[in-house]
């Protein structure tokens, strides 16, 4: 069965500097990869997804991920964060059978001035 | 394209009630997803519709949850009787060809 890690339940950072979530998941084979995000209130918007091909994708809201393998990695990136990515951002994992999709704990970020 | 639909918004029962919510998913998409969200969490995958049928409902509370998901498409949780620990948000997604798109959720408080 997969599962995923996020191990930063927190994160701050100032408004305009760089941003990395961590991701690590475990499945056998070659994972569908996801990174949603979720605002207060509200469901869960998809930022980018992995299914194969060039590791590094690019996502809505100027947001990238990229898939190591060899460290089972899926490492969320932006380069300059604004107040308005303040949101909780979670990982998750898919299977290629049945498409079983498996979330992280999730990382709450916040933005400060 | 219409999103993922789910009724109640919210709701607030007492202990011991029951409580159903229903979830409409995107037009085709034949896999249904019910989540369950306790606050602070990532979401817990309860059950997994592959069409008519179940394909995962291994971490579903059976002796007192039930889901089905009527012709393939629109899908009903129920929660019979409901306990102070299943105060959560309960999220329906949809997907087609492994992209999973989410409705706002059914926020379930039990008092």
């Known amino acids: 069965a997969q599962s995923v890690t996020q191990p930063d339940i927190h994160i701050t950072v100032s408004e305009g500097a760089s941003l990395e979530l961590r991701c690590n998941y475990s499945?056998?084979?070659?994972?569908?990869l996801f990174w949603y995000v979720q605002s207060p209130g509200q469901g869960l918007q998809l930022l980018l997804k992995y299914f194969s091909g060039d590791t590094l994708v690019q996502g809505i809201k100027g947001f990238e991920a990229e898939f190591k393998r060899s460290q089972s990695s899926f490492n969320l990136r932006k380069p300059s964060v604004h107040w308005s990515d303040a949101a909780e951002y979670f990982c998750a994992v898919g299977d290629t059978g049945f498409q079983k999709l498996v979330f992280g704990t999730g990382t709450r970020l916040l933005v400060s001035p | 394209e219409a999103g993922v639909a789910q009724s109640p918004r919210y709701k607030i029962i007492e202990k011991r009630q029951s409580v159903a919510f229903w979830c409409n998913p995107i037009?085709?998409?034949?896999?249904l997803y019910w989540y369950q969200q306790i606050l602070g969490q990532g979401p817990k995958l309860l059950i997994q519709?592959?069409?008519?049928?179940?394909?995962?409902d291994s971490q579903l509370p059976k002796d007192r949850f039930s889901a089905e998901r009527l012709k393939g498409v629109d899908s009903t949780l129920k929660i019979q009787p409901a306990k102070l620990e299943d105060s959560a948000v309960y999220l329906c997604?949809?997907?087609?060809?492994?992209?999973?798109?989410f409705g706002q959720g059914t926020r379930l408080t039990v008092v």
């Open positions: 519709f592959q069409n008519n049928g179940v394909v995962d």
């Open positions: 037009s085709g998409h034949a896999t």
């Open positions: 499945y056998g084979a070659t994972p569908y």
């Open positions: 997604a949809s997907s087609l060809a492994g992209e999973a798109f």
